[in-house]
């Protein structure tokens, strides 16, 4: 019998939803907002393109419009959100981009008119590692001392040489870099990792679950990867074809990594979401709610859970 504590619906891993109703006691959602930065892997600072897979919005397909304000933004797309959940309240979630790379006062523009809004609980800020100077980690332990702050920042691989394959921008001890000074300063962290990134063995995705496992995080997003036309993964695998994951392959990884993370880390996200217009491979990531529920399904099959193995 499955007594996994971090859950409401009997999963064998700790919930976004467990966490988010336990802390909040309300149906809380994300409000994916694009606030105009660029990213330094863009720009020409340590690159041009962005990572290979990465989409024109900067990973914010389903963002707001850039050019509306964010007031606009938020209310455009909550306002939807609360035809389904009338009595939801909100997160606003800086997604597109790379969202501390600016000056402070750029910063405090963006994010300042959250803090304290009504309906809104939290502030999410996805980001990159070399984008966490001191300046910039003193202003967002500020910024947590006036509302609940929750820093996603992207890794998606241990693996310099796949980092380098994927036009990542920076290595893996960048990105631990970057962690600790969040860390030195109580600020709560989720991590975002890709399964099926090219050429990376079973093994080697299963020892990016596994170091991730042993650092000092609050939250863990698995991702799949996707190719998404007339992005340079594209290209490249026209080039030099390599093979992606299945979805007996990526359900069961999944649930060997899980079983490295320890069971206090809210696991966020098991799946990636796709623009379905844009979408090349793979074309199963489309029905995510199966995706999840073999996910379950597999767990309690092999009677484990996440963190089994520590």
């Known amino acids: 019998m ?27 959602a994300k409000v994916s907002l694009n606030a105009g930065f660029t990213c330094p892997n863009r720009d020409g600072t340590c690159g041009t393109g962005g990572c290979i897979f990465c989409s024109d919005s900067g990973s914010g397909d389903f963002a707001g419009h850039v050019q509306d304000s964010l007031q606009k933004q938020f209310q455009d797309i909550s306002s939807i959100m609360r035809q389904k959940w009338p009595d939801c309240q909100f997160i606003a979630y800086f997604q597109a981009n790379t969202n501390t790379y600016g000056t402070v006062d750029e910063l405090k523009e963006r994010f300042e008119p959250f803090v304290n809004m009504k309906d809104v609980v939290g502030i999410a800020i996805a980001t ?26 992207g890794l998606q691989t241990v693996h310099d040489k796949t980092a380098q394959l994927i036009h990542r921008g920076h290595d ?42 042993q ?12 190719m998404l036309k007339n992005t340079a993964l ?6 030099r074809p390599f093979e992606m ?15 490295y993370i320890p069971a206090h880390v809210v696991i966020e996200r098991l799946t990636g979401d796709a623009p379905i217009d844009a979408l090349v491979a793979p074309l199963w990531s489309i029905k995510k709610v199966t995706i999840l ?13 996440q963190g089994y193995l520590l």
Do not use: W
């Open 172 to 213: 893996y001890q960048t990105f631990l870099d970057g962690l600790q000074r969040l860390r030195q300063r109580h600020l709560d962290v989720c991590v975002h990792i890709i399964n099926g990134l090219p050429y990376e063995t079973y093994d080697m995705m299963l020892e990016t679950a596994k170091q991730v496992g």
């Open 293 to 305: 529920n073999d996910i379950d399904k597999l767990m309690k099959e092999k009677d484990t859970h």
């Open 2 to 28: 499955n007594k996994f504590p971090y859950t409401f619906d009997n999963k064998r891993y700790h919930t976004y939803n467990y966490f988010l109703k336990t802390k909040y006691h309300c149906k809380v």
């Open 245 to 259: 994951l299945t979805r007996e392959q990526y359900i069961s990884l999944v649930v060997d990594q899980l079983q």
């Open 234 to 239: 594209h290209r490249l695998y026209q080039q």
């Open 215 to 226: 650092l000092d995080i609050q939250g863990l997003k698995i991702h799949n990867l996707y």
């Open 128 to 153: 990159r590692p070399d984008c966490l100077s001191d300046e910039i980690c003193d202003y967002l332990e500020q910024l947590s001392h006036r509302c609940d702050l929750y820093i996603e920042l």
